[in-house]
């Protein structure tokens, strides 16, 4: 990952609503959610949740797929992962006793 990539990222994980929708998808895994539980789960107007959601996509932090008239969103796991990546890449200067085992990489 290339750092105009992170800081997008870590710009569109900045807010509250956003950060919260992203963790949401995160937990459902790879089945994502509709728009619809989204919104529910959040409790925020639809706009609001469309704002939130093109500033995740302009990221790259989540995707979505049309079902019918569903739209149906996923958290992007290889950007989420690539950008937990670099952030630890250098970690502890290769010590590597100083992240938790999930991130670790050094």
């Known amino acids: ?20 929708a992203f963790r949401c998808l995160v937990k459902a895994g790879p089945a994502g959610m509709s728009v619809g539980e989204l919104r ?4 925020v107007p639809p706009a609001t ?5 093109n500033v995740l996509r302009t990221a790259s932090m989540v995707q979505d797929q049309r079902e019918g008239r569903v739209i149906r969103v996923t958290a992007n ?10 952030l630890t890449e250098n970690c502890c200067a290769g010590a590597g006793d100083c992240a938790p085992a999930s991130v670790r990489k050094c």
Request: net charge negative; hydrophobic share 50%; charged share 20%.
């Open 77 to 86: 796991f290889d950007q989420m992962n690539a950008l937990l990546n670099y």
């Open 49 to 53: 949740l469309t704002a939130h959601l």
């Open 1 to 20: 990952m290339k750092l105009p990539n992170a800081l997008a990222a870590l710009n569109a994980l900045s807010h509250e609503t956003r950060l919260t």
């Open 40 to 43: 529910d789960e959040l409790d």
